[in-house]
Nanobody, 123 residues
Framework: QVQLVESGGGLVQVGGSLRLSCAAL????????MGWFRQAPGKEREFVAR???????YYADSVKGRFTISRDNAKNTVYLQMNSLKPEDTAVYYC?????????????????WGQGTQVTVSS
């Protein structure tokens, strides 16, 4: 069992930066592949980034070069550094944990989810 708690969302201007954190409660955090997803109003939840248990990273094309996912297993925390933010990045951001190494861009792969944190980019 893994409980996930996101923080760090907020209101930022276009071009600004935010760092999201996701703290995991559980002793097996290091074994999980961690993902960030986002959901804008009226849209489906979409994949943003993923970091494997071995720290291999993957990104959606829409955020590549602007967002960076990282993890600190000693702190049971995964991060999403978001730079050069755009209005289209506005969404609720969720972190998720998966034991599977397959289909890592699919929300259905992930067993555990946080409650989400709102990111609003104003123009």
């Amino acid at each position: 069992q893994v409980q996930l708690v996101e923080s760090g969302g907020g209101l930022v201007q276009v071009g600004g930066s935010l760092r999201l954190s996701c703290a995991a409660l559980g002793r097996t955090f290091s074994r999980y592949n961690m993902g960030w997803f986002r959901q804008a109003p009226g849209k489906e939840r979409e994949f943003v980034a993923r970091i494997s248990s071995g720290s291999t990273t993957y990104y959606a094309d829409s955020v590549k070069g602007r967002f960076t996912i990282s993890r600190d297993n000693a702190k049971n925390t995964v991060y999403l550094q978001m730079n050069s933010l755009k209005p289209e990045d506005t969404a609720v951001y969720y972190c998720a944990a998966a034991s599977s190494y397959d289909w890592w861009s699919r929300a259905s792969t992930y067993e555990y989810w946080g409650q989400g944190t709102q990111v609003t980019v104003s123009s």
